[in-house]
Each structure stands twice: as structure tokens, then as C-alpha cells.
């Protein structure tokens, strides 16, 4: 047994490296990078705090995009994690619609982002678009309405085209209910519980571990979202759909400021480090459920 304890060190070692030299590395280049002037083309000069002091003091667009992060960010781990868990319990039980999920469920994940994007710019589309022509159906001619572009529907709309990935979350809390005793549900029936009430006093309090992990899942994909507001919005209009990955896509490179845009990168990761402690905190991850 002890032989076989000195080959553990051995086969972790690549691993090890490949996560130092890859993320260590960049995270290290990141940091360093936040504290200078770089732009491609000039030279690299070091200005100490002076990108930390005018994100916090006087940007605007930072405290736009870090608003609709975090907004976003606390939709997509509730409203995403609540459908999920809503419809893996109305499926858990009924084996059929069970199987059939587990293939079209994973659809909307399949699609790459710009492909759903570019899905609901044809739903969303002023003149030939799904919902448009429903709307002129039910009685409002000549009604066009450009969802994405007018202010005081962009971000819902925005909003709506991440829907879809709640399914990924449903499969979750499918596999997971699928792991548990049958015996459980055996002795709620023997004991006159009704289907509702089983979930609500048995599943799910035993759902709290892998509900955590879906908040993390669902919270942390928004913190990285890019590919879907570039495709609809590029987070217009004005920067009423721009979170901090578009920001800093933007700063680098349409602004060409490489410098700013690792600082803003800093704060994206501050923001995810933080929510990912939150959310084990409040739901107690690593922990017996019991």
C-alpha cells in the first residue's frame, strides 16, 4: 500500500505543471499586466494603481457593466436553478418523458453561444421575426418592434436568450434524484405523503448539495458571458446590455488598451472567486446532508 502511495505524486506531477504553466502563469501575467499602460504598438510602461483608481472612480461603463453582471449573475443562479429544479422533479418520476430529456436537454448546450444568438436575432427579428408576426396575428397590425436595439427592451431580451441553458441544470437534478434510494419514496407513499410533499420534505432538502453546485454552474457561465450579447446587442444600445466580459473585449480590442482591460479582468475574477465562496457558504457545499 505504501508502494503504491510514492506513484501518486508521480502521476499528479503533469497535471500539476499543466495548470501551473497554463493558468498560474496567466493569472500571474494578469495581475502584472493590470499595473501597466499596453497598447499594441507602444511601449509597456508601468503606472502603478492609476488604471485601479479610474475604474473605481471615474468609469462609468465599469459601474454599467458591473451592475449588469451582477444582475445577470444572481438571475441565472436563481431563476435558471429554480426552473431546473422544477422541471428534473416533474420529470423524475415518469420514465419516458426521463429518457427523452436527457437527449433534447442538452440542445441548447450543443449550440454554440453565437448560434443561439443568432437564433433569437431571427425570433426577435422587427419584420419577419416569431414573435412580431404572433403579435400582428392576435390583432396589432403593422406592430414591428426591434426587441434587441430599443432601450426599453434590450436587456429583457437579452435576458430571455438564456433560457435554454436552465436545461443543463434540469439533467443535473435529474441524475442526482436517480441516485436516490427508491426505498425513500417507497416509505413517503407507506406513510400517505403525496408526490408534493415528498418533494418539498424529502427531495429536496436532499437536492442542497448539487442545488449549490447548479448555482455555481449557472452564476459562474454569466461571469464569462460574451458570444450571445456580441451576436445581438455588442451590448447596446448605448451600454444598456454591456457587462465586464463585453467591457473588456471592448478595451482591448476596439480601445486597444491591454493594460486597462487585464485591470478590468481582475475585477471579473474577484466577482467569481467571491460569488463561488457565497454560494458554498450559504449552502453549506462539502458538507453531510444529513
Avoid at 235 to 246: A, E, F, H, Q, R
Wanted: charged letters at 15%; glycine letters at 8%; proline letters at 3%.
Amino acid at each position: 500500500m505504501l508502494k503504491n502511495k510514492i506513484f501518486i505524486p508521480i502521476f499528479i506531477l503533469p497535471t500539476i505543471l499543466l495548470f501551473g504553466v497554463v493558468y498560474a502563469a496567466s493569472l500571474l501575467i494578469l495581475l502584472g499586466s493590470s499595473f501597466t499602460d499596453w497598447s499594441i504598438g507602444s511601449k509597456v510602461s508601468f503606472i502603478g494603481l492609476s488604471n485601479y483608481i479610474k475604474i473605481i472612480t471615474d468609469d462609468d461603463d465599469f459601474r454599467r457593466s458591473l451592475i449588469n453582471t451582477i444582475i445577470w449573475v444572481i438571475l441565472q443562479s436563481t431563476v435558471h436553478v429554480a426552473i431546473g429544479v422544477i422541471f428534473a422533479l416533474i420529470l423524475a418520476r415518469k420514465e419516458f418523458y426521463w429518457k427523452f430529456a436527457r437527449t433534447a436537454f442538452m440542445v441548447p448546450n450543443i449550440i454554440s453561444g453565437a448560434a443561439m444568438g443568432m437564433l433569437f436575432l431571427c425570433i426577435l427579428n422587427p419584420e419577419f421575426g416569431a414573435v412580431n408576426n404572433l403579435i400582428r396575428l392576435i390583432g396589432y397590425k403593422g406592430f414591428s418592434q426591434n426587441w434587441f436595439m430599443d432601450y426599453r427592451t434590450s436587456f429583457l431580451s437579452v435576458t430571455m436568450t438564456w433560457l435554454p441553458y436552465a436545461a443543463v441544470i434540469t439533467l443535473l437534478v435529474l441524475a442526482e434524484i436517480a441516485s436516490m434510494p427508491e426505498s425513500i419514496f417507497e416509505s413517503a407513499r407507506m406513510d400517505g405523503a403525496s408526490e408534493f410533499k415528498t418533494n418539498l420534505y424529502i427531495v429536496i432538502p436532499m437536492l442542497r448539495n448539487i442545488m449549490g453546485t447548479c448555482v455555481i454552474v449557472a452564476g459562474t457561465s454569466m461571469v464569462q458571458k460574451l458570444d450571445i450579447i456580441m451576436m445581438t446587442t455588442g451590448g447596446g444600445p448605448g451600454n444598456i446590455t454591456m457587462n465586464l466580459p463585453v467591457y473588456i473585449y471592448k478595451s482591448a480590442l476596439m480601445d486597444n488598451n491591454f493594460g486597462y482591460a487585464n485591470t478590468l479582468g481582475v475585477f471579473l475574477i474577484g466577482i467569481g472567486i467571491l460569488f463561488v465562496l457565497a454560494v458554498r457558504k450559504i449552502f453549506k457545499l462539502g458538507t453531510s446532508e444529513m
